[in-house]
């Protein structure tokens, strides 16, 4: 089945330390994104790519970083000068070209700063 | 501004009630609209696009009001399982980012 999965489903960061959020989709999407999700607020927009080689920044790209090598893969790496990483991460991947195309969405990364 | 709005809720009903939720957006170009379920600690899983002409699938229908900006979600004959928080999300045709509301709370009660 086609899908999109992230990994881990829970990481531990100590702090001065970097992690990185794996994402894989085998879907053929274009586009894919990094959201994250603080307790009792919506998503907001880290990073976004519509094609390989290729990413924007989001809305609160600061202390992250991301690579999109191949169309399948876009890991996010959550710096050390992110102050407050603790929050669940969302990537998501969507079809380019029809606008009614929604998102298909992982399951989520729970990173906690230890 | 922001760009997409809803009623944080909670809403709590009973079984069998019909609930409904609205959700207004700021830019009139918008292309395309969307309802996403998130049970907790989930991810959000897509419950329907909204199309300009209303559309109805099961005991959910959508409506897109185009004038006043607005999309809504009517739930008829709730059930336990529909308990979860509602997303509203809008395409604003001016990139390739989507705008997520920060979601309706719904719980059904016994």
């Known amino acids: 089945d086609g899908g999109i999965t992230q990994s881990p489903k829970y990481l531990f960061r100590k702090e001065g330390q970097n992690v990185t959020l794996s994402c894989e989709q085998n879907?053929?999407?274009?586009?894919m994104y990094w959201y994250r999700q603080d307790p009792g607020q919506g998503l907001r927009l880290i990073y976004y790519s519509q094609i390989v080689n290729d990413f924007q920044k989001g809305d609160i790209a600061e202390g992250y970083s991301v690579s999109r090598e191949k169309k399948e893969s876009f890991p996010l790496t959550v710096t050390s000068a992110q102050k407050n990483p603790t929050a669940f991460y969302l990537c998501?991947?969507?079809?380019?070209?029809?606008?009614?195309?929604?998102?298909?969405f992982g399951s989520g990364t729970r990173l906690t700063v230890v | 501004r922001k760009e997409v709005e809803q009623d944080p809720g909670p809403f709590n009903v009973p079984e069998g009630a019909t609930v409904a939720f609205n959700c207004t957006y700021s830019n009139s170009a918008s292309q395309s609209f969307f309802w996403y379920r998130q049970d907790c600690r989930k991810e959000p899983k897509l419950l329907m696009s909204v199309y300009s002409s209303g559309n109805e699938d099961g005991r959910f229908t959508a409506q897109l009001n185009r004038a006043s900006q607005y999309i809504s979600l009517l739930i008829r004959d709730s059930k336990l399982s529909d308990s979860a928080t509602y997303l509203c999300v809008v395409n604003p045709n001016t990139g390739n980012q989507f705008y997520f509301g920060t979601g309706t709370s719904l719980t059904v009660i016994p």
């Open positions: 998501a991947s969507r079809g380019t070209g029809l606008p009614n195309y929604g998102y298909t």
């Open positions: 879907l053929n999407h274009d586009a």
